[in-house]
């Protein structure tokens, strides 16, 4: 008796720790939102960072605001042509210029999501430097 309990309880666990380990790989590989295709170039680790704490929520493949997915998705960058890309930089510049992103509505119920003048001078020289290699 003793050993059938046993047995039992040794399957469970098995099956428990075989469905926890799938379910943690599915969960992995539907995480789009860091997925960055390779293309004409790499994104920066400094760069992401930023991108990904502060612009990524709403401008990435999956966003449900469909309107700052029309104006950009950075997963779509790297392998966009060269003048198409050379506009969305152009784009970044502008309202890192004007202190745009992200937007105020959204910065007055998470503060802490606002660009620091730092922040915003890393992206600025990133959109120089790949505006140079672009045009
Ligand atoms: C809360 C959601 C949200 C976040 C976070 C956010 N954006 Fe936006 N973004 C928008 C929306 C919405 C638009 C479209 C604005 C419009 O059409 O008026 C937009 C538009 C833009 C545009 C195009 C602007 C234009 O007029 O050409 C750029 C570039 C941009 N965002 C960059 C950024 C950057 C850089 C960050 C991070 C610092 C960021 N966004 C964070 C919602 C967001």
Redesign the pocket.
């Known amino acids: 008796m003793r050993l059938f309990v046993l047995l039992t309880s040794i399957t469970f666990l098995s099956i428990c720790l075989t469905s926890c380990s799938k379910s943690k790989k599915s969960s992995e590989s539907t995480s789009s939102t860091k997925e960055i295709p390779a293309g004409l170039f790499e994104y920066p680790e400094n760069v992401l960072a ?2 990904d704490n ?6 990435n493949p999956d966003s449900k ?1 469909d ?2 997915k ?3 998705i950075w997963q779509d960058l790297p392998t966009m042509k060269k003048p198409f890309l050379a506009k ?1 930089l152009y ?2 510049q ?3 210029e004007d202190g ?4 105020e ?2 910065l007055s119920k998470y503060p802490d ?1 606002e ?1 620091t003048k730092e ?2 001078e890393i ?1 600025y020289k990133w959109t120089e430097e790949l505006l140079a290699q672009v045009n």
């Open positions: 930023i991108v502060k612009c990524m929520s709403c401008h605001n309107k700052a029309d104006e950009l969305k784009g970044v502008e309202v890192l745009e992103m992200p937007p509505k959204f999501k660009l922040e915003s992206l």
